[in-house]
């Protein structure tokens, strides 16, 4: 059963437009949650998070905002540029626990279009 | 400065051969993960470190699969008579620090495993 849902595997997107992914999950033990970008054959890079206690936070281009009520998170890239191609995982990591371990969705794959 | 190191990158095995993937964290890290991500998916937890003791095995998918960190450093992740559902890349990743918030955890750039 997955815990963080990416339900839609691919997006194109216009060069200068905005990119929208969504995430969903199911547990209400995150508390933290963040975006990883990944390139092919490379590992995945850290781009921005959120603390349960905020819906909304921004990093230049990047914005990720937070509904708890609805157990859904999304992120916003604005102007999307073609070096933002790549495979956008969610991430969630529990509130209890030392392990702290990150439960990732599938990936959406970004592609923009010059 | 050195991110997280894996090694080898590339791994070929026949189906039964034991195989063990190295992971080099970032110096002074306290905290290593192991992860596993198949084709088309999300990485998925495997086992956590703090250091050199293993608190968390529970996502290691059999007892063929076996992980150690002795130093507090490197680490190992041996999969012993590999099988064909073995096959997937391999994730390490490491952050600085513990407790009850979060610590950034870097990843490094995996080791792909082809089980033939």
């Known amino acids: 059963d997955q815990q963080v849902k990416q339900n839609s595997p691919s997006l194109s997107v216009q060069e200068g437009r905005i990119s929208i992914l969504n995430c969903d999950y199911t547990n209400s033990m995150f508390d933290y949650f963040l975006w990883y970008k990944k390139y092919p054959a490379e590992g995945p890079t850290f781009l921005i998070s959120?603390?349960?206690?905020?819906d909304k936070n921004e990093d230049g281009r990047f914005t990720v905002f937070l509904n708890k009520s609805a157990k859904h998170l999304s992120l916003h890239i604005v102007p999307s540029q073609p070096g933002d191609s790549a495979v956008y995982f969610c991430a969630a990591s529990p509130v209890t626990g030392s392990a702290r371990q990150l439960t990732f969705g599938s990936g959406t794959q970004l592609t923009v279009l010059p | 400065g050195a991110g997280v190191s894996q090694s080898p990158r590339y791994k070929v095995a026949k189906r039964g051969q034991d195989v063990a993937l190295r992971c080099d964290p970032i110096?002074?890290?306290?905290?290593l993960f192991w992860y596993q991500q198949a084709l088309g998916q999300g990485p998925e937890f495997l086992t956590y470190?703090?250091?050199?003791?293993?608190?968390?095995k529970s996502g290691l998918p059999s007892d063929r699969f076996f992980a150690e960190r002795p130093e507090g450093s490197v680490s190992t992740l041996k999969i012993q008579r590999t099988q064909q559902e073995d096959s997937a890349v391999y994730l390490c990743?490491?952050?600085?620090?513990?407790?009850?918030?979060?610590?950034?955890?870097?990843f490094g750039p995996g080791t792909r495993l082809t089980v033939l």
């Open positions: 959120i603390s349960s206690i905020k």
């Open positions: 990743a490491s952050s600085r620090g513990t407790g009850s918030s979060y610590n950034e955890q870097f």
């Open positions: 470190f703090q250091n050199e003791a293993q608190l968390d």
């Open positions: 110096s002074g890290h306290v905290s």
